[in-house]
């Protein structure tokens, strides 16, 4: 059973995504508070993250993949899953295309490798913002328009190092960057993927940050007041229910 099963619909060769899964998944498997993400956001899209871990549970975990993601996929949009191969592309019933994903072309049998990497990337993806992304913000002197901050999840790859992985496999920061141009930023960040201490493989993850205004330090400390606030009284308000 893949960790997305609970938060998707499927109807045959087809998998829809509600609005309300996907903001459920995006807080309580990613920790992602990112508002794009809540049900009522006019610019609404099914977290990446989640598309990934739908690939990985429907066609296995490759050795190596790699993910690009070419638009945002609405709630309830039917997504057709085509028949496994070495290159696939995810689009709707009518043809839009929202993932490219390339693959080794043998899944791992590891069902336990699979599953921790999957939740280890997923935690790690849903935490980039703050404590990746405002140092970054910072240090180059600019931010996200805080009243409509648009972070859009461009592409991710990664590779495991031949029979390495297993139930203690985890994702961590190795490095990251930020490239400014106008009002556009590209946030690359490296990751490493460990077990018991050790590297068993790496990864890449693209960011594209649009709107980028002179960095204020009140503004962005109300973002970050306000996304905390916001993540406390979710998970409050869950535990009560």
Known sequence: ?????????????????????????????AGDFNPIHDPDNRRFCVP????????????????????????????DIPLALPEADTEMTIADTDGREYLTVARAPEPLADSATAEALVRGYVAFSGQNFPWIL??????????????????????????????????DLDVELADSALEVDGKRGDVHLAFRLTADGRTVGHGSKRLVISGLRPYDEAR??????????????????????
Not at 18 to 24: K, M, P, Y
């Open 220 to 241: 962005m400390a109300e973002v970050i007041e306000t996304f905390n606030a916001g993540k406390a009284a979710y998970f409050e308000e869950a535990g009560a229910v």
């Open 48 to 75: 990446g993250d989640l598309l990934f871990a739908l690939v990985v549970g429907h066609y296995g975990l490759s050795p190596r993949m790699e993910f690009r993601f070419n638009g945002m996929v609405g709630a």
């Open 1 to 29: 059973m893949s960790i997305v099963d609970d938060y998707i619909r499927r109807e045959g060769d087809t998998v829809r995504v509600s609005a309300e899964s996907a903001s459920r998944f995006a807080k309580e498997v």
């Open 134 to 167: 405002q140092p970054l913000l910072e240090e180059h002197g600019v931010m996200f328009n805080p009243d409509r901050p648009l972070i859009i999840y461009d592409s991710m790859a990664f590779e495991l190092l031949e029979g390495e992985g297993g139930p």
